[in-house]
Structure formats: C-alpha cells, structure tokens
C-alpha cells in the first residue's frame, strides 16, 4: 500500500499551496486532502518496490529457464529430423 507519511506530504504540500488569505480554512481543507489521496490511492491497487522487484527477478528466471527449454526442444526437433532422414 502506499505509504501514510507520503500521503501526508503531499497533503500539506497541498495545503501550503493555498494562498495566505484563506489560512483559516488550510487545516481543514488538509484534512480533506489526506482524505482524498487515501481514497483514490487505495483504488489504484498498487504494489511496493520491494514486491515489483521480487516480480522481476521471478520474471527474469522464468525467462532464463523458458529460453533453455526452447533451446532443449530445438535439439530435440533437429535430433528427430535427422534420425526420421537416415
């Protein structure tokens, strides 16, 4: 899940965007911001480096293991051929 105390940034980033003359609402419209960003970052269904990483480095080693079975296959194709040949 996405991290509270980024949220919280970007809450008061938000808030500090808001021009000096309406201070008296900042805190509330803070609130209301962290409110938001929590209900729509929630939605997206995001996932953390760590387990992207750990996805990846799966991905890789699939990859590599998908690779030499095609490799093992095309022996095997070329050993059949020639075998079916003599």
Do not use: C, H, W
């Given at each position: 899940?996405?991290?509270?105390?980024?949220?919280?940034?970007?809450?008061?980033r938000l808030?500090?965007?808001?021009?000096?003359?309406?201070?008296?609402?900042?805190?509330?419209?803070?609130?209301?911001?962290?409110?938001?960003?929590?209900?729509?970052?929630?939605?997206?269904?995001?996932?953390?480096?760590?387990?992207?990483?750990?996805?990846?480095?799966?991905?890789?080693?699939?990859?590599?293991?998908?690779?030499?079975?095609?490799?093992?296959?095309?022996?095997?194709?070329?050993?059949?051929?020639?075998?079916?040949?003599?």
């Amino acid at each position: 899940m996405f991290d509270p105390k980024a949220i919280d940034d970007i809450a008061n980033r938000l808030a500090g965007a808001i021009p000096p003359g309406l201070n008296n609402i900042k805190d509330d419209l803070e609130k209301t911001f962290q409110a938001i960003l929590q209900g729509v970052l929630g939605k997206l269904d995001l996932v953390t480096r760590e387990e992207f990483e750990v996805q990846k480095l799966v991905l890789a080693k699939t990859r590599s293991k998908l690779e030499d079975l095609e490799k093992r296959v095309a022996e095997i194709e070329s050993k059949v051929v020639s075998d079916t040949e003599a």
